[in-house]
């Protein structure tokens, strides 16, 4: 037992940092929101020169050799930055695409950065119909919608990828997340690969992507700590730097700790979901209900914490309160996690 | 990253449940029959000596199991999971007093108090606080004076567990006045008892009087029971103090998943309106809530031994191991006391299950843990000292 990183995972840390402090300072996330797709060009071929998305696939699909475990710390580093654009689908559709085999090209593009994908995990919208190799039906506030050009569609008991066609559209809606556009997906008896048909595999991409979206929050809960204590450090008041006050040190310490609770669970959790451990949709269930509490509270307590300047455009702090935010509304919100924990019980 | 114990730590697992399923104590003494209690401990400790699991920390050059760090919570696992009794009269000889001979003390007292410690024969209790020293444990005024071969002692602790049934105590003392506050202080084993000592219980608001106030008017100690050097006492305490937050919490910790566990089993046969607590959403989401966040303690514990065992020396983060789990054990608390309703109603301050019907005994326990855990945001560094700690050694905030 070991939940200490490896020396290689510190070391895909380290390189995944420095491309992010290069190519996704704070300004430049800023002005990739809002941004056309074509935007995106440059950074996902950057990262996908440096494996971002094969990192966790076998070397004989195109990938690293690594797991999902290797993943989380990607994911962690971009939710640190709360980096815009669809990660986490393409990531996700590496995923599917490289379990299913016998591929073509899609999955070479996605590793070379060429094309994005965005998940559409979440049941809203109804059911879909999958009639041959062709689907029909919508899928609604699909994270990175806009900015996607293929779709990973999980459904109870299929996994689809759908490349972009005339036969789909995307009806894309500004978004309280910024670093995340959400838009509506319909597929009119769009041309579709079927990936599985197998409800292990749906669940198991279910449970990456709970996993993964709980190291992004993982990364935003961490950073908001971190911009505390730093602002907590300069700003003075009555004289002395409101770190020194028991009310903002205290409220950093809880921070601290909530940091450390989720960060905790979802190590255990994507290890689980790595292990394919009995427990591991429990742990998953964990882990997101932990994060999300500990996103929303550190957001909102980062926000206080900058006073005024925390409740301008300007100050950072709201791009953690509205990805946390997007974090707890999709794959499962909080409440749904602790509904699904509470008929565990009921049913035992 | 593994969640996997070794095939060795599972045989070490499958040693060790086997032989608490055999000999760990199918009864509890009476919690406010301290006599009784120090008794079963005495013996239980001596199963626990003779089976080899006793100072399952400790080095085996003294005694104890030589464990490694993996094996120690395994041990602690198990124990917490066959709802084994913990020798709490012991806990300062064996997680305190023990550990700070084995770090400072002379090889004449380690010779002289360890085996008696590790066997159980002893009892010891702890000398730090005082009614003007508690968060600010350095500021203690109890002052000794050095005369011949003695330490002459006067001055009062406060809060001392089991001072009255204690033999030894490890005691802090202020032995240069002149010095700056963590600089004068002297740690020495007090023998119980001695002529000018005067011990009074204290009832605390669960109801026992395991702690007292102890007041010593020129108690004469002995100079060879200092350990560690004259004024040196900080340093001896705090070796002390950061073992108690390093493992020593590991099975309190792991008994809070089990209480969460049984917590639901009482919610699913506790009545509420026209079903039961269980069925009841918002109690339902609670206790989801509660059962996440143990899960969370413990990965976060495992997380924490992980750090420990590359490092070699206890985290700066069990603090917010402490802190997390402090705070989390009320609230299950508070929420069985919702639960239960007006089962809590009847509860005997004295402690005595036979005067509460049997119907009611499993209601006074929730009760007890509900008043007990009180203490736990108190004791061995308040939940505000903990923040402190947080916010100037972890965080590098000013002070």
Known sequence: MDLMPTAEQDAIRESVRAFLDKELPMSRVRALMGAPADAYSDLWRGAASLGFFGLGLPERRGGAGYSLTEEMVLCEELGRTVAPGPWLGTILAAHALAEAGNDGSALGQLLAGELRAAACIDPWGGALRVEGERVTGTRNSVLGAGLADGFLVVDDAAVLFVPAHRAVSVAAVPSLDATNPVGSVTFRDAPCRILSRDRDAAARLRRAAIVLSCADAVGGTARTVEMSVEYAKVRQQFGKPIGSFQAVKHRCADMAVRAEVARSATIYATVSARDATADADFQAAVAKVLCANAYLQNAADNVQNHGGMGYTWECDAHLYVKRARAFDATFGSRRTQLDALVAQFRAA | ?399
């Open chain 2, 1 to 399: 990253m593994d969640i996997k114990f070794t095939p060795e730590e599972e045989r070490f697992r499958d040693e060790v449940r086997a032989w608490l399923s055999q000999n760990a104590p199918k009864t509890q003494p009476p919690e406010h029959d301290l006599k009784t209690r120090s008794e079963f401990d005495r013996a239980w400790q001596s199963t626990l000596f003779e089976a080899g699991y006793a100072g399952i920390s400790w080095p085996k050059e003294y005694g104890g199991r030589g464990a490694s760090l993996m094996q120690q919570l395994i041990w602690y696992e198990e124990f917490a999971r066959a709802g084994a009794y913990e020798p709490s009269t012991l806990f300062v000889g064996l997680n305190h007093g023990g550990p700070t001979l084995i770090a400072r003390g002379s090889e004449a007292q380690k010779a002289f108090h360890l085996p008696k410690i590790l066997r159980g024969e002893v009892i010891w209790c702890q000398g730090f606080s005082e009614p003007g020293a508690g968060s600010d444990l350095g500021g203690l005024s109890t002052r000794a004076v050095i005369d011949g071969d003695d330490l002459v002692v006067t001055g009062q602790k406060i809060w001392t567990s089991f001072a009255q049934i204690a033999q030894f105590q490890e005691l802090l003392v202020r032995t240069d006045p002149e010095a700056p506050k963590h600089k004068g202080i002297t740690w020495v084993i007090c023998p119980m008892g001695l002529p000018g000592m005067e011990i009074r219980e204290i009832k605390t608001m669960a109801g026992g009087s395991d702690f007292c106030e102890v007041f010593y008017d020129e108690v004469r100690i002995p100079r060879a029971n200092i350990v560690g050097a004259l004024n040196d006492g900080w340093n001896v305490a705090m070796s002390t103090l950061s073992f108690e937050r390093g493992t020593a919490f590991l099975s309190e910790q792991v008994r809070l998943t089990r209480l969460v566990d049984q917590l639901i089993e009482m919610a699913r046969h506790t009545p509420l309106g026209a079903g039961t607590a269980l069925a009841d959403d918002e109690v339902g989401r609670r206790l989801a809530l509660l059962r996440a966040e143990v899960e969370a303690l413990r990965a976060m514990t495992y997380r924490s031994v992980s750090r420990t065992a590359r490092t070699g020396v206890p985290s700066a983060e069990a603090s917010l191991i402490r802190l997390f789990f402090s705070e989390l054990q009320q609230r299950v608390f508070a929420l069985a006391m919702e639960i239960l309703g007006p089962e809590i109603l009847a509860w005997d301050a004295d402690g005595a299950p036979s005067r509460v019907t049997p119907e009611h005994a499993g209601a006074a326990s929730w009760v007890s843990h509900h008043l007990t855990a009180f203490s736990s945001t108190i004791a061995a560094g308040s939940k505000d000292i903990q923040r402190n700690i947080i916010g100037d050694r972890i965080l590098g905030l000013p002070r």
